[in-house]
């Protein structure tokens, strides 16, 4: 089994920060790509941000500049630092992983319970 467990989240007024944090536990043999993907109501699922096991990352347009994804692999931990938060940020956040379980030869996509972050004053 594997299980992706999500920390962080909350209220935050505009032009403040929080943090997230996704850590990835069970029958892993490697983690691949991690990052996280945030859902407005009545909106699509969108990405936010992805990060790679070489430390390679991605960002969405619109908060670029304002959040920073990082990982630490020996923990199979993606975190994603948001500043400037904007009420248009408001979403459900929710973070995924990219594992090879322990005996099997493929990939397969995980992802945690989401965490909602609101952003009003």
């Known amino acids: 089994q594997v299980q992706l467990v999500e920390s962080g989240g909350g209220l935050v007024q505009p032009g403040g920060s929080l943090s997230l944090s996704c850590a990835a536990s069970?029958?892993?043999?490697?983690?691949?790509?991690m990052g996280w993907y945030r859902q407005a109501p009545g909106k699509e699922r969108e990405l936010v941000a992805t990060?790679?096991?070489?430390?390679?990352?991605n960002y969405a347009d619109s908060v670029k500049g304002r959040f920073t994804i990082s990982r630490d692999n020996a923990k199979n931990t993606v975190y994603l630092q948001m500043s400037s938060l904007k009420p248009e940020d408001t979403a459900v956040y929710y973070c995924?992983?990219?594992?090879?379980?322990?005996?099997?030869?493929?990939?397969?996509?995980?992802w945690g319970q989401g965490t909602q972050v609101t952003v009003s004053p």
């Open positions: 995924y992983a990219d594992i090879m379980r322990i005996g099997r030869p493929y990939e397969l996509r995980y």
């Open positions: 069970g029958s892993i043999l490697r983690v691949n790509s």
């Open positions: 990060i790679t096991s070489g430390y390679s990352t």
